[in-house]
């Protein structure tokens, strides 16, 4: 089965396959993403609205695409999974599970199941301590892949 990369880095990857799945909502504070009942493809016109854009596409839109998983940075070779998806977990203080219309083939649910999912809506903007340094605890205010 193809897994989808729920945390898909706008600017390296626009458009070649990559899909909005949430909007951005809350505050910095307590972020939150409201999630689209199905994803969107990102279009050639999308990036380029983009591009013209005072804010990033991460600070606006949650994209996915297909997981890379042993050719992604964040695949962890040792465990076999995303190490970035475990890190993010291990701050995980939420218990509400959204409603999600890429969880039947998200990467990050097929490893973590439940966990992953109560972390997603907090996964909103620009990136984060902690991403290059695997033993760094995540926050989860800021991530941009």
């Not at 993403?33 to 005072?54: D, G």
């Not at 994209?63 to 970035?84: M, N, P, V």
């Not at 977990?89 to 218990?95: E, G, P, R, V, W």
Request: aromatic share 6%.
């Amino acid at each position: 089965m193809i897994r989808l990369c729920p945390c898909a880095n706008p600017v390296d990857d626009m458009p070649g396959g990559l899909h909005i799945f949430g909007v951005a909502a809350g505050t910095a504070a307590e972020p939150a993403v409201y999630f689209l009942p199905e994803p969107v493809r990102v279009t050639k016109e999308m990036s380029e609205s983009f591009a013209r854009s005072a804010l990033q596409p991460g600070e606006i839109y949650r994209f996915t695409k297909i997981c890379k998983s042993s050719s992604c940075r964040h695949w962890s070779d040792e465990h076999g999974k995303c190490g970035l998806i475990s890190r993010c977990i291990a701050n995980l203080d939420s218990t509400a599970l959204p409603v999600c219309a890429i969880r039947p083939t998200c990467q990050a649910y097929a490893q973590d199941h439940a966990a992953a999912c109560q972390v997603c809506p907090r996964v909103v903007q620009q990136w984060i301590t902690g991403l290059d340094e695997p033993d760094e605890p995540v926050t989860l205010e800021k991530i941009y892949l």
